[in-house]
């Protein structure tokens, strides 16, 4: 109703037009009377038309209201079908419950045991870098060690070569030189005999003093043993 309203007004401009024009003719009674059927039995199809509306609008709220019963009843079927279910125990349910206990019993071991592994993981890992820095503070033990007895080797070596210099001096009286194998013999009895030996023991190191040969001895008559198998 209220969207024919609007259409009809819609047409308002048009029919004002029509209006004017026909208050301004002359009247015609068989005209107006005309036009008062035509008006009428529109009016008459409009009125049956709703009235169809109406009646079919009724069968459909009935039809409504039967489905709603309809469903209303199904609800309540099913409403008495779940009280019922509910009230009743499934076989399965004993057995349920003992898997899921055994299943939290279970997790609770995995939980432990998963924090048991990440805290050896970590202790390992530490374990790992104390000894990783125990062994490198060893190996610059070892080095300079190692340095240290080569520094005192060479030390040695140094010493027991003066002091066949000063031997081989104070067996020449004359003070004159010697020729050259009488010194490469002196330079051997002279050149000290080192054996240094090393050894670990639970990564500490211990040193053992060089075993120097004798210096050459000095012969009573002031000549060298070499001299005398040279005569």
């Known amino acids: 109703m209220a969207a024919t309203i609007h259409e009809l007004l819609g047409q308002e401009p048009e029919l004002h037009g029509a209006r004017a024009r026909a208050v301004a003719k002359p009247l015609d009674s068989d005209e107006v009377e005309h036009s008062i059927k035509l008006t009428i039995r529109s009016v008459n199809e409009n009125v049956a038309h709703i009235t169809e509306k109406l009646e079919n609008l009724g069968a459909d709220e009935a039809n409504l209201e039967a489905k709603i019963d309809k469903k209303k009843g199904e609800l309540e079927r099913a409403r008495q079908r779940l009280r019922s279910l509910q009230g009743?125990?499934?076989?399965?349910?004993?057995?349920?419950?003992?898997?899921e206990g055994e299943l939290q019993g279970l997790y609770s071991v995995y939980l432990e045991r998963f924090r048991n592994v990440e805290y050896l993981e970590h202790e390992l890992e530490q374990?790992?870098?104390?000894?990783?820095?125990?062994?490198?503070?060893?190996?610059?033990?070892?080095?300079?060690?190692?340095?240290?007895?080569?520094?005192?080797?060479?030390?040695?070596?140094?010493?027991?070569?003066?002091?066949?210099?000063h031997n081989e001096t104070d067996g020449d009286p004359l003070g004159g030189p010697e020729d050259d194998g009488e010194d490469d013999s002196f330079e051997e009895l002279?050149?000290?005999?080192?054996?240094?030996?090393?050894?670990?023991?639970?990564?500490?190191?211990?040193?053992?003093?060089?075993?120097?040969?004798?210096?050459?001895?000095?012969?009573?008559?002031?000549?060298?043993a070499y001299d005398s198998e040279s005569e």
Do not use: T
């Open 190 to 224: 002279g050149k000290p005999k080192a054996n240094n030996h090393l050894s670990l023991n639970k990564g500490n190191m211990i040193m053992l003093a060089p075993d120097l040969g004798p210096p050459p001895s000095k012969p009573a008559n002031g000549r060298s």
């Open 88 to 99: 009743v125990r499934p076989q399965f349910m004993d057995e349920y419950e003992m898997l």
């Open 127 to 165: 374990w790992k870098n104390s000894e990783l820095q125990r062994f490198e503070a060893n190996s610059r033990a070892l080095k300079r060690m190692q340095q240290r007895l080569h520094d005192e080797e060479l030390s040695l070596l140094r010493d027991g070569k003066a002091s066949s210099m």
